[in-house]
């Protein structure tokens, strides 16, 4: 359960880079399934990126990206971003065999 901050094209403080890790940190305790976070942070011209990667169990991996006027607010959307991408991921994987057990049902109904 790692929390990497990589910063481009940038000197990010470390003030930007414990607001990172603490959001991150945030994300790996809601969804345990997560098993680390790389945070990029990069400036092109005016235009602030943060750039979430995430790798969890299983092999499955979520990538978000957002664009913002300062950079807080990118990491912010970003966050906001992979949390729909792992409830998506963590739904999917609860309810696979529940669709199996209804099938079942309906097989033995003669339906």
Excluded: W
């Amino acid at each position: 359960m790692s929390v990497e901050v990589t910063a481009r094209h940038m000197d990010a403080t470390a003030a930007l880079q414990d607001y990172a890790r603490r959001k991150a940190d945030g994300l790996m305790a809601d969804f345990p399934i997560v098993e680390s976070v790389h945070v990029i942070l990069d400036v092109q011209k005016h235009r602030h990126i943060a750039e979430l990667v995430i790798q969890a169990k299983h092999r499955h991996r979520s990538e978000a990206e957002e664009t913002a006027d300062n950079m807080k607010a990118a990491i912010d959307a970003a966050v906001e971003k992979s949390e729909r991408q792992l409830s998506r991921l963590r739904d999917k994987i609860q309810d696979h065999k529940a669709a199996m057990r209804h099938t079942e049902s309906e097989k033995a109904r003669g339906l």
